[in-house]
């Protein structure tokens, strides 16, 4: 009874001496929202942590879940007591909408090996366009079509200049149905030849530092005859087009001319 | 006996339900309760090759990798560049071509982003994310 009694108080004395002995990384914040402004190029979020622990953690990895995102920390060690952050970097580029990105932390604290930070970013550009680009068919009526540009409320957008990369199109530019919208109307002069055309976008608002977007305008070269398989014959032929847009595929055999 | 064991086990059963419950609440919004891909969109690299020249590869992966290689012929588009990089497949589209978009690998999401922002903003039709992505090219590749 008495050894039995012995063990059991051995087993808490240790079980006392390990809870007293740990190391506990205490985050703020493990899930960080950022809205970054329209001309800003990167997003930076702050993770910051506490060693609330008695014995040091040691960071033994810290990975970003894509390449748009680096992550940095601050020390190799974290004393107790000690406080610190990781710095999570998203790199905006041409994204829009919701990002969520992550970086995933793995320390040698025996209570919480792992933890994920999140970064999430609603990233609402200068202006939005639907659709990107507008194309006609070979030999369609060139009648105009229209690319609607939303505007961002906050930036205060008087006008849109839009200019082609070719003179084969004409853009003309009206106010929309709705608030800080636009109406890019497009028109090719002649859809009897294969065209493409960048259309230059430059937003007219004192919250713009310069930034230009483009859309495409294009005719389409003339539509292969229906039932053309592809053949190691053909496959030549439509590789050519695909690299020389400005000349129009010569029609099949047979087919008549335009 | 028998029915000591069995009624532990429930009860067992029942305690490891609780945190499990709890965890399902609290992190409702981390849990994937739907898989992101839409099997409508993926292709398999048999099918994607099938196309030939009817199909236009668009690498979705990030500028270094795709310098490093890709499929021949592929056009570069990732989101870092997107309004640089969009117009190069824009000229090169047409009606009957079918795109195929891959990135590194299954698990990576770059891809299946390129294609939604190819059908929903620039209105492309026959956008496919081509399944397993760089890896599964290379692993036939060899």
Known sequence: MNTNFSRLIGVLALAALVQSAHAELKWEQPSVDLRPGFNDKQAVAHFKYENVGNTPVHFKSVHASCGCTTAQTQNEQVAPGQKGEITATFNIGGRTGTQVKTVTVQTDDPERSGIVLTLKAVITPLLEFQPTLVYWQNGEEPKPKIITAKANKDAAIKKLDVASSTPDFTAKVDAGSAPNEFRISVQPRDTTKAVYATLTIKPDSPANTGNMFAAAARVMPPAPTSGTAITPSTKASVSTARHDLATPAPPPAGSPSQ | ?142
């Open chain 2, 1 to 142: 006996m028998k029915v000591s064991a069995v009624r532990q086990a429930l009860l067992l059963i029942a305690l490891a339900f609780v945190p499990a419950i709890g965890e399902a609440i609290y992190f409702r919004d981390k849990v994937s309760w739907q898989s992101p891909d839409r099997s409508s969109e993926m292709v398999n690299l048999d099918q994607a090759q099938s196309w030939g020249a009817n199909a236009i590869w668009v690498d979705a992966r990030p500028d270094n990798e795709f310098e490093q290689d890709h499929v021949p012929g592929a056009i570069p588009l990732n989101e870092d560049r997107w309004n640089e990089l969009l117009p190069t497949l824009l000229a090169q589209w047409s009606l009957e071509k079918k795109i195929v978009v891959y990135c590194s690998s299954q698990s990576c999401n770059a891809s299946r982003e390129v294609a939604r922002r190819l059908r929903d903003e620039a209105g492309l039709k026959d956008v496919f994310v081509l399944r397993g992505g760089w890896d599964e090219w290379l692993k036939n590749r060899r």
